[in-house]
């Protein structure tokens, strides 16, 4: 469920009209509802919790949507943080997640980044491959302190969907195998700088399917038991995210309730461990859309309509990058025939298309579109490609907004430059 309804026939986000937030701040832009945003956090929790999960660090993946409101408003219910950089631990503690329910993953952290993440106190650091355990043993005892991990592992398993947001599988570059991690984990506990606390796996995005992640997890399962037996202390078990979104045209990812059934099946028994999540996408995806204007149709004579917007590939990346179909609604929807369009925006690459073929209703240069589904991955990839400033991003909370991104100036884009002594 989501909060963006038709009320008096214009399309609104909770109880503000998207055209009231596009003629004030202008199009595009990314809006977003709280009450979405804190509504699929909670289902997700009280489907863990209901399910036997006691006490989950349930993180949200801040690379989803990064957006400090964004990430606030989830602090506000309890939400931890999963974080791959230390800009997002930045934003994380900026928001204000305690440190201890941040959760530092990615397969490429730099020295400087792992003595912030261990200043700052983060609950856990998950290590991609061995040397990345040296480098945090190294960096900790350095430091004169002993650093919580889990080691990541790529359980091989197939998680479905894109291939470009697969990281469970043998080939892709992330976490060690099973095999590896026993090794590694039996090692960390014998160094000085790192304590092991546990093990983690995450398979891919958008999986809409509970079969992989039910074979991932059983994996792990058996993982902690053969590690308890060799006598070593588990304290948490890292379940990643992944769950998949709503979207247009695209199988329906299973309820919260049947994802939490699921690994309570798996882990009976398994009651003196912490359960850790890192959902991103299904809490994120349906809780903002990217509301854009058509600048005029181009309809040609050969017969193809194209409705040009003034949002293109550098504000909504996924349907260049993997293909994405996201639902696309007219702000207020006008009657009459439905038409066939090819929706692009204005960058001069033939990859800014964002559907081919569409059947909307009919639309006119002015009118407002939104694409629904546009609240995970969407600004938090936006970029200034072609000198477009970037994207302003709108909260909503009931019948109030607040811009929690502005949209630059030409200035300050420029600002951000210097010149060379020598030009
Ligand atoms: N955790 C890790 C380590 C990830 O790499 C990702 C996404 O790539 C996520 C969590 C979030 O995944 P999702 O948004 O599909 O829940």
């Given at each position: ?43 997700l929790r009280?489907a863990l919790t209901s399910a036997g999960l006691k006490d989950p660090l349930i993180a ?18 309890g939400?931890g943080?999963d ?17 201890k329910r941040i959760v530092?993953s ?16 983060v609950a856990e650091i998950n290590l ?20 919580a991990v889990a080691i990541r592992v790529?359980p ?19 976490g060690?195998?099973l095999?590896?991690a026993e090794?590694l984990y039996a090692?960390a506990s014998?160094?000085?700088?790192v304590r092991p606390v546990g093990v983690a796996c995450h398979i ?9 992640l039910e074979a991932a997890f059983t994996k792990m399962r058996r993982l902690v038991e053969r590690l308890r037996g060799e006598g070593l202390s588990i304290e948490r078990l890292d379940l990643g995210g992944g ?16 994802y939490a059934a699921m690994i309570a099946r798996t882990m009976t028994g398994l009651s003196d461990i912490q359960f850790a999540f890192e959902p ?144």
């Open positions: 469920m989501n909060h963006f309804e038709l009320q008096g026939g214009e399309l609104h986000c909770e109880d503000v009209a998207l055209a009231r937030i596009a003629s004030e701040v202008g199009t595009p832009v990314y809006v977003y509802s709280s009450a979405t945003l804190q509504r699929h956090f909670t289902v009280d949200f993946a801040v690379k989803a949507n990064s957006n400090v409101a964004v990430l606030r408003t989830l602090a506000a219910v939400a943080a974080v791959v950089s230390e800009g997002e631990i930045r934003r994380a503690l900026a928001a204000g997640i305690p440190a530092f990615g397969v490429g952290k730099t020295e400087a980044e792992v003595a912030y993440a261990l200043e700052a106190g991609e491959s061995e040397p990345e355990l040296h480098l945090v043993n190294a960096v900790a005892s350095r430091m004169g302190k002993r650093a790529n091989d398993v197939e998680a479905g969907g894109h291939a470009k947001i697969s990281t469970g599988k043998a080939e892709n570059k992330f060690v195998s095999a590896e090794r090692n014998n160094m000085a700088g891919g995005s958008q999986i809409t399917d509970l079969a992989p769950l998949g979104a709503p979207y247009f045209n695209a199988p329906t990812p299973p309820a919260p309730a049947d991103g996408r299904m809490i994120a995806a349906n809780a903002g859309v990217l509301v854009a204007r058509v600048l005029h149709v181009n309809a040609r004579p050969e017969g193809r309509k194209f409705l040009v917007l003034d949002a293109a590939m550098n504000d909504l990346l996924r349907p260049a990058m993997y293909d994405a179909f996201h639902d696309i609604r007219p702000v207020t929807p006008r009657a009459g025939e439905p038409v066939t369009y090819d929706v692009v925006g204005p960058i001069c690459e033939t990859g800014d298309t964002f559907t081919r073929d569409r059947t909307l209703p009919p639309l006119q240069a002015g009118d407002l579109i939104a694409f629904m589904t546009a609240g995970a991955y969407g600004a938090a990839m936006s970029s200034e490609y072609n000198s477009r400033p970037l994207v302003p991003e709108v909260l909503v909370k009931g019948e109030r907004y607040a811009v929690v991104r502005p949209r630059p100036s030409y200035d300050d884009m420029l600002a951000r430059e210097a010149a060379a002594p020598w030009l």
